[in-house]
């Protein structure tokens, strides 16, 4: 025979169990789950249930939800996440970038840019604001 585990117990909001969940200031311009973990570049994650994905980063399963300006996370196993656990967190997201910025110089470098972004790339938030009003597609610019 063969080991099987039994199913893991997710915890799907803060309010489930709030001493296990910790949170980060990350607006949505910075980092947007819905669309980055659903893009078909990240393959460890699934959403478990509306707004919440779990998957594996580093050799822990986690859980995340964005909430407004505050991306909230568990790491399961863990007693209590903490400045570790942010610090992978920041790493895995690149969340010191600065991806606002970096739309909003890039929009005006290149007017195309706004283009592409509007067509649902990897991109998120109020991208490339001085074109706003021409190619305002949804999401992107």
Same mark, same amino acid.
């Given at each position: ?33 819905? /669309?980055?973990? !659903?893009? *078909?570049? #990240? ?7 509306? %707004? =919440?994905?779990?998957?594996?980063? @580093? ?42 910025? /970096?739309?909003? !110089?890039? *929009?005006? #470098? ?7 972004? %509007? =067509?649902?790339?990897?991109?998120? @938030? ?16």
């Amino acid at each position: 025979g063969y080991f099987r585990a039994a199913p893991m117990a997710l915890r799907d909001t803060p309010s489930a169990c709030p001493a296990l969940w910790r949170w980060l200031r990350c607006p949505p311009a910075e980092l947007r789950l819905d /669309l980055v973990l !659903a893009s *078909g570049q #990240a393959f460890r994650w699934r959403e478990t249930s509306p %707004g =919440a994905w779990t998957g594996v980063l @580093g050799d822990r399963v986690w859980t995340l939800r964005q909430e407004r300006d505050r991306l909230w996370y568990t790491v399961y196993g863990e007693e209590t996440p903490g400045p570790e656990t942010d610090r992978i967190l920041r790493d895995y997201f690149q969340l010191d970038v600065g991806l606002a910025a /970096l739309y909003r !110089a890039w *929009g005006a #470098a290149d007017p195309l840019f706004c283009q592409a972004a %509007g =067509a649902g790339l990897w991109l998120s @938030g109020p991208l490339c604001q001085r074109h706003s009003t021409r190619h305002h597609r949804g999401n992107g610019c």
